[in-house]
């Protein structure tokens, strides 16, 4: 048996109400109605008006008729006009339905910028609302998905060109192993390795599978050793790196080793685009927040770029990527999570001048 659609559905509906109050209407006229007309022909006969004793035959028998030839007719009228308005209001009702229809058929072939209109009926209107928010959040994964796609083709490419050239050049015989050829390939190699595990990391940080230990962690120990693991890596040209926290700074509600990551990939980027100047890792609280900033007096970065900085695959140069050996990914990594321990990172600069980035976390 096929099964009905939606709008036959209501108008199948729509008529059994009719059906039930008509139905209704004559079973219980059509059983009290000759009655209550002879009690009133009594009554009649009993004030002395009128003695129709002889005629109540004829007269319930007339009343009958009338009565069904009237019946029969208002039956037929308000099936007509209860069957148009039924039909009317169902398709009016099944009109968005069917809209929502189209649009993921469309969908499904790849057309995603189709939304449903918004409806007069509270309710079908809050699920045109709610379709159209999925249908543009599935919009928008499916551009990040193009652009990941795009980037990282871009981003493997470079590297391997340049293995796949040298390795092909050792295979002719025009040029021999040295040493520092040999170095070069590792290099290469090892930036394929980092792009891979932040590929991963910022997979399993945006779908939300990174496990965050949240627990009550002291700043000052954690930045300490910090500032004094990359002041070791420092030369002695390069810039100064210090440390300003107060020893009492209040405790966080924040996962120690994630904490360090972001930390060490802020301070990893600092010392990346920083040749001379100074390096200052601040810790400050604010409310019920503790403000950890990396501040820097390095190149900088243009106000128009500031939007895009922790945009994975983005660098505000591309053509210092050759040379920095980053990977353009950390710092999506860090805003993730940040946000995955309950606070916000920011960022500021000015060209030239030098850049600030802080993140905060609640305190404990």
């Not at 700074?249 to 930390?263: K, S």
């Amino acid at each position: 048996m096929p099964k009905l659609s939606l709008g036959a559905r209501l108008f199948i509906s729509h008529l059994l109400v009719m059906m039930v109050g008509l139905g209704s209407f004559v079973i219980i006229a059509k059983v009290s109605s000759p009655r209550m007309f002879v009690l009133r022909l009594e009554q009649l006969e009993k004030r002395g008006i009128f003695t129709v004793r002889s005629a109540r035959t004829y007269l319930v028998e007339g009343f009958q008729n009338a009565w069904n030839r009237s019946a029969i007719l208002s039956i037929a009228v308000g099936a007509t006009a209860a069957g148009g308005v039924s039909y009317l209001s169902s398709k009016r009702i099944t009109q968005p339905v069917k809209q929502m229809k189209q649009i993921t058929q469309k969908f499904a072939a790849g057309d995603l910028a189709e939304r449903v209109p918004e409806s007069d009926i509270p309710e079908l209107n809050q699920l045109s609302v709610s379709f159209n928010s999925m249908a543009s959040s599935i919009d928008d994964v499916e551009q990040r998905r193009r652009e990941l796609i795009s980037d990282l083709t871009h981003e493997l490419r470079t590297p391997l060109t340049v293995m796949r050239g040298y390795l092909e050049e050792l295979a002719e015989g025009r040029i021999e192993g040295t040493p520092e050829l040999y170095l070069r390939l590792i290099r290469e190699t090892r930036r394929l390795e980092r792009l891979i595990h932040d590929l991963q990391e910022l997979s399993r940080a945006e779908a939300g599978y990174l496990s965050i230990n949240s627990q009550s962690i002291n700043l000052y120990p954690l930045l300490a050793s910090l500032v004094e693991r990359f002041a070791d890596q420092l030369l002695e040209e390069g810039p100064e790196l210090e440390l300003k926290c107060p020893q009492d700074i209040p405790t966080v509600l924040a996962d120690r080793d994630r904490t360090e990551q972001i930390l060490v990939n802020l301070l990893g980027n600092a010392i990346r685009y920083t040749e001379t100047g100074l390096i200052t890792v601040e810790a400050t609280k604010v409310n019920r927040l503790v403000w950890i900033s990396v501040i820097d007096t390095g190149v900088g970065i243009a106000e128009s770029d500031l939007p895009f900085v922790f945009e994975r695959f983005w660098r505000a140069d591309p053509s210092r990527a050759s040379h920095s050996g980053g990977t353009g990914i950390g710092l999506a990594i860090a805003r993730r999570l940040v946000e995955l321990q309950g606070g916000k990172i920011e960022a500021s600069s000015k060209l030239g001048e030098g850049s600030t980035f802080r993140f905060c976390l609640p305190v404990a």
